[in-house]
């Protein structure tokens, strides 16, 4: 069974500070997806990275994909209380579109 | 990105009793998933189901209990059945095309009574 594991869990930081959330696992992964979603909301898709040591960036966010594709991390430069969801990573493993869900990391941005 | 609109948005049911949700997806796909979330907790994958032909289920997860349909490229719905407490949750139908990442509805919150 092929699992991700996010750390934290919760996070509860101030305005204008930075943060990482890291999403490890022991299996590799084909591509990977960073999700974030709002109360109320389903998941809405941030970044698809495939390539081993790939990153992204999304304006304040920078994805990366670990050298060997097992595990991926977000970083957040100045965060903003729009910032504030649920982040979910979730790997693919190429045939059928099926993800893998990451255990969630729920992030608070206070002013 | 695709569309797509999931109903009910909301529902509290007896116990005992089935409710079908539904996925409408504004343009045709080759797979649609359906998931199963706790507030603020992660997503698990229930069964994916293609057109024509019956749906896949996930370890833990059976037909009987939750009868899917996909009759076209556009549409699924899901069936909880003999609903109790221990399902209440969101249910979410998201759609995949190919190597494209999947999308995602806004969701289903159920409640048992």
Known sequence: TQLLEQSPQFLSIQEGENLTVYCN???????????????G??????????????????????????????????????????????????????GGNKLTFGTGTQLKVEL | SAVISQKPSRDICQRGTSLTIQCQVDSQVTMMF?????????????ATANQGS????????????????????????????????????????????GSEPQHFGDGTRLSIL
């Open chain 1, 25 to 39: 696992s022991s299996s590799v992964f084909s591509s990977l997806q960073w999700y974030r979603q709002e109360p």
């Open chain 2, 34 to 46: 359906w998931y199963r979330q706790q507030p603020g907790q992660s997503l698990t994958l229930i």
């Open chain 1, 41 to 94: 909301e389903g998941p809405v898709l941030l970044v698809t990275v495939v390539t081993g040591g790939e990153v992204k960036k999304l304006k304040r966010l920078t994805f990366q994909f670990g050298d060997a594709r097992k595990d991926s991390s977000l970083h957040i430069t100045a965060a903003q209380p729009g910032d504030t969801g649920l982040y979910l990573c979730a790997g693919g493993t190429g």
């Open chain 2, 54 to 97: 019956e749906a896949t289920y996930e370890s833990g997860f059976v037909i009987d209990k939750f009868p899917i349909s996909r009759p076209n490229l556009t549409f699924s719905t899901l069936t909880v059945s003999n609903m109790s407490p221990e399902d209440s949750s969101i249910y979410l139908c998201s759609v995949g095309q």
